[in-house]
């Protein structure tokens, strides 16, 4: 294992909760304003995950006042406070890009649900 390696797993988040695109999630972010600092929420749908060690990333979609917005966070970044699950979504693909067409109840996604 080269220094590079040994690095990066240093800064890899563990307390990273299992999730795929489909999952509503809660972003908690750490925005900086001026001196002070603060935590900001950010709720919506994943719609990408993109897996590649320290770089991961993963691109979560909500609609504001009737406008989708797209936020992508970069997994282990020290501004990503938490991360929680509010819903796992029953999905059949890895990227959800179609829901950048739909609207209102046409861009639900069906949540899976354990018997």
Do not use: W
């Not at 900001?40 to 897996?51: A, E, K, T, Y």
């Amino acid at each position: 294992m080269n220094i590079i390696d040994r690095l990066e797993m240093e800064q890899i988040k563990k307390n990273i909760p299992v999730f795929k695109a489909g999952d509503t999630l809660k972003v908690h972010v750490k925005i900086v304003e001026g001196d002070k600092q603060r935590i900001q929420l950010f709720q919506g749908v994943c719609i990408r995950r993109n897996n590649s060690g320290l770089g991961s990333t993963f691109t979560v979609r909500k609609i504001s006042g009737g406008i989708g917005v797209e936020r992508i966070f970069s997994l282990h970044s020290p501004a990503v406070e938490k991360i929680e699950v509010v819903t796992i979504g029953r999905v059949r693909r890895a990227k959800l890009y179609y829901l950048r067409n739909l609207q209102g109840k046409a861009a639900r996604i069906r949540e899976k649900r354990y018997a």
